[in-house]
Every structure is written in C-alpha cells, then in structure tokens.
C-alpha cells in the first residue's frame, strides 16, 4: 500500500517553484503595468505580481520619457530636429535673398509626439546687402524631416514689380 505524501502544502511548494521559473519571463511588462501570475489548488492559492516604474539608477540615467525613449535616444533625436531646422531656415531664407543667417543659442525644443519636435529659435538673424532682421523662427519636426516653417521674413524684391520684373512706375 502506497502512503499519499503530498498534501496541500507540498503542491503549493511545487507550484511556487514553476511560477518561479516563470516569473522571468515575465519581469519585463509594460511600463507601468504589473504581470500577474496566479496558481489556484482548491483553498489555496499561490499569487505573483511582477512590475516596476521605470527604475532610475544612478543619477536618473535609465529614465525613459513619455514614449518609452531613453534620455540618450531623445537627446539624438532633438540634435536631429535641431540641425534639420537650421538647414531648413538657411535654405529658404537663401531662397528669399538672405545671404546670411545667425543663429543664436536660445532655442526652445518641445518634443511632440515620439519622433516630432516643435523648435522655437529666438533672435534669428537674416542679413542682406541692405538691411538685417531678427525674427523668432518656429520650426515643426516630423520624423525627421521639417514639416512647417513660421517666421521667416520676406525681403521685399518683388514689390510693385510687374510680370517681367519691372516696376509699374517706370524706374
């Protein structure tokens, strides 16, 4: 005759040690969210609830932002946006018959969405042969590429200029 050794005890052992083995598995939920795993043997049961909120480390370093990015993923993407920007500016305000354009440190980023910024550059300044303006410049970023450029002064050519460039006026 065979003697029953397991009891409720033992199969709760039994069951703790495979949710164990489990548990890493899951250590890595969502942010924010607890993993839940829960074994029932009649009364008893045997519950575990992995989670963790975004651990810090030393000085912050492991943050994540909004979008699950690391601070040295967004601080690429906003030198991105940044140097995106600048490009654009200078080529348009090329464009519009600037020939110089200074840009100072003040600059203010917003980060938009996952890969879209909102730069707003203070003081830009555009140079000509006759006159220099300074502008605040917005510059929308979408994925890398500039989706919108607000502020870019106009110099002012074409003026009373007709169709073929000459002024209504005869000089």
């Not at 045997?46 to 699950?68: D, E, F, K, M, V």
């Not at 003040?106 to 502008?135: H, S």
Request: hydrophobic residues 35%; contains cysteine.
């Amino acid at each position: 005759m065979m003697k029953k050794i397991m009891n409720v005890r033992v199969a709760a052992v039994a069951l703790a040690a495979s949710a164990l083995i489990a548990a890493p598995a899951m250590a890595d939920p969502a942010r924010g969210s607890i993993a839940q795993l829960e074994t029932r043997l009649g009364a008893t049961g045997l519950s575990i609830q992995i989670g963790h909120n975004a651990p810090t480390g030393r000085h912050g370093r492991y943050r994540a932002n909004q979008w699950g990015q690391s601070l040295r993923q967004e601080r690429q993407l906003r030198r991105n946006a940044v140097q995106a920007c600048r490009a654009a500016i200078s080529r348009t305000a090329w464009r519009a018959g600037f020939h110089d354009v200074d840009f100072d440190d003040d600059r203010r980023i917003q980060q938009i969405g996952p890969n879209g910024f909102r730069i707003r550059f203070d003081d830009v300044e555009f140079e000509n042969r006759r006159r220099e303006w300074e502008r605040d410049v917005t510059c929308l970023v979408r994925r890398g590429q500039v989706a919108r450029l607000d502020g870019i002064p106009q110099t002012g050519q074409a003026r009373n200029r007709g169709q073929n460039g000459h002024s209504r006026y005869g000089y």
